[in-house]
């Protein structure tokens, strides 16, 4: 692939990041030292959270909270279709099933009415898990009032919303209106660390419990133990004792990582300005035009805008999607799609599932398209998309 092409998403390294790293290379344990908990106490302190755990990778950390909701076979997870398929595959890891609910036409978030419709239908219905698209956070008061109702618990799919706010001007991952909140720290998400993952709780037994799914099932010595006529000599521990006190996983973070990760997270704030400031100069350019539709304009300052996407009328344009991102690529503009609905999978198809029993999921995904929107991207660069946009799609 030519090398000047604009990606529609990037991560951004600098010295000091570089640095971290190397340090922990020369000087440091490479795995579960200091760095593990620093960064698990520092993104815990960032979203106002009483606990946080990092683990491996998201997909990882939402296996494990939906292991820590009590999540089992024949349990029902209801979430979006529009999400990375990895949301729902997290029920169907615990042999649960997941049931989708259709997408408010604006906010391309979970719609609490169609949630509580599909809660009226689906009684068994153990977690709810909202996904806060592109970095806007979904109707969470409304989201947890049906959820009460219903006695579901909730887990926010925050892949997408580190560094974004509640309408109410609470941290996601504050845990205010969730039993869990997810973090994903892949690079094309809000910070990098190569890979990983973080949950933050308010919840001291599911803190513990998280622990210990992330490695083996076992129990911390600190932690109440089972065997105690095993662990004591004269009423002391035993050296050498620990107990798997049930299955787990290795689903552990490095320190290489989490250092990685700690220093990106000093730099989240002027992020996200930048990415506010672009996001509006895209509002500013498309507003005057009828076949380009941003989303999610009403609430700027409160999305951490992982995503900048846009809905093109393709009806009243000469061009379709697929011709329109082969000419912007051929321009050196790289444009993704964000998602096909997870219900239009093969997987999911064999399973029964239909988008069309989704209608405002389905219209979405045939407008959608991500355009650039990342830190490093110049001004100059986003008025080149901006024109070489607009030009093919109103030619
Ligand atoms: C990226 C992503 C995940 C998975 O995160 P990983 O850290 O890559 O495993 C889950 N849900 C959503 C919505 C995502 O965007």
Redesign the pocket.
């Known amino acids: 692939m030519n090398k000047e092409v604009i990606p529609y998403g990037k991560h951004f390294i600098d010295d000091d990041d570089i640095e971290a790293v190397v340090d922990v290379l020369k000087n440091h344990p490479l795995t579960q030292g200091q760095f593990v908990n620093s960064f698990e106490e520092s993104i815990a302190n960032f979203v106002g959270a009483k606990y946080a755990v990092a683990m491996s990778?998201?997909?990882?950390?939402?296996h494990m909270a939906c292991l820590a909701a009590g999540v089992k076979e024949d349990d029902l997870v209801a979430t979006s279709p529009i999400?990375?398929v990895?949301?729902s595959n997290s029920a169907l890891y615990c042999q649960a099933q997941p049931v989708f609910t259709d997408i408010n036409e604006e906010t391309i978030n979970m719609c609490p009415n169609e949630l509580d419709k599909t809660l009226r239908e689906n009684k068994r219905v153990k977690v709810i898990m909202p996904?806060h698209?592109a970095g806007l956070p979904c109707d969470m008061q409304s989201i947890k009032e049906i959820a009460d109702r219903n006695g579901s618990l909730i887990i926010e799919?925050a892949?997408?919303a580190l560094g974004a706010k509640y309408s109410c001007g609470s941290m996601v991952g504050s845990c205010k209106y969730s039993d869990m909140t997810?973090f994903?720290?892949?690079p094309?998400?809000s910070i990098a660390a190569g890979?990983?993952?973080m949950i933050t709780t308010n919840s001291e037994e599911i803190y513990k419990k998280l622990l210990r799914l992330r490695s083996h099932g076992i129990n911390k010595s600190n932690d109440e133990l089972v065997l105690s006529n095993e662990a004591y000599t004269d009423g002391v521990i035993n050296p050498w004792y620990m107990e798997m006190q049930e299955l787990g996983y290795n689903y552990r973070i490095t320190d290489i990582q989490c250092a990685l990760g700690m220093s990106q997270l000093k730099k989240l704030p002027k992020f996200i300005e930048k990415r506010i400031e672009l996001a509006e100069r895209y509002d500013s350019a498309f507003k005057d035009s009828n076949l380009i539709r941003p989303i999610q304009m009403n609430a700027r300052n409160q999305s951490s805008h992982?995503l900048y996407v846009v809905k093109v009328d393709f009806q009243n344009t000469k061009t379709n999607r697929a011709q329109l991102m082969h000419e912007l690529l051929n321009k050196g503009i790289a444009t993704q799609v964000h998602y096909i609905p997870v219900t239009s999978h093969p997987y999911y198809l064999n399973k029964g599932y239909e988008t069309k029993n989704y209608p405002k999921a389905f219209e979405y995904y045939n407008q959608a398209l991500s355009i650039p929107l990342y830190y490093s991207l110049t001004l100059s660069e986003q008025d080149y998309v901006i024109e070489t946009l607009k030009n093919l799609i109103h030619k």
Do not use: M, Q
Request: glycine fraction near 16%.
């Open positions: 990778s998201w997909t990882a950390g939402l999400t990375f990895a949301s996904i698209f799919d892949a997408h997810g994903s720290f892949h094309v998400k890979e990983g993952g992982h």
